[in-house]
């Protein structure tokens, strides 16, 4: 199994560099060959800040032959992602859900309107935590 970074993957998907992207499919094409192709969670949310989208990656995550850490969390998190979240902080909160470590707490006002997600400045935190005074 063999692991391509974001800069391969993007090439692979895009096809924007004349030199670069034979050398990803081929590159793809071998690891897929000899065991697979392994897409850590920094790459997955790499990729979808690069390509602003979520197609691409969602077909590729499903491609027979690539392995990610945990498909139904990944799919759960593209799906929040096509929503409108970010995929760095969906692949955070899918992971945090599967390992029962919710709420996750954050100081991203737009993260926290997630189920699953507490903002840490609102007032019902800062209540929790004995750190309101007014």
């Known amino acids: 199994m063999r692991t391509l970074d974001t800069n391969v993957v993007v090439r692979l998907l895009i096809g924007d560099n004349p ?22 969670d920094v790459v997955l949310a790499e990729v979808a800040w690069v390509l602003r989208g979520y197609e691409l990656l969602e077909r590729l995550v499903r491609t027979r032959g690539v ?25 955070i909160l899918a992971r945090a859900a599967r390992a029962g470590a919710l709420p996750v707490l954050s100081f991203g006002q737009r993260f926290s309107r997630w189920e699953g997600v507490e903002w840490m400045t609102s007032r019902r935190f800062l209540v929790s935590c004995g750190l309101f005074l007014g």
Do not use: K, N
């Not at 139904?72 to 096509?82: G, N, Q, S, T, Y």
């Open 67 to 91: 392995v990610v850490d945990d498909i139904d969390a990944v799919i759960d998190a593209l799906e929040h992602f096509r929503q409108g979240g970010d995929l760095a902080d969906q692949l």
């Open 19 to 40: 030199q670069q992207t034979p050398i990803a499919e081929r590159a793809f094409l071998e690891a897929i060959a000899s065991g697979g192709v392994y897409l850590p």
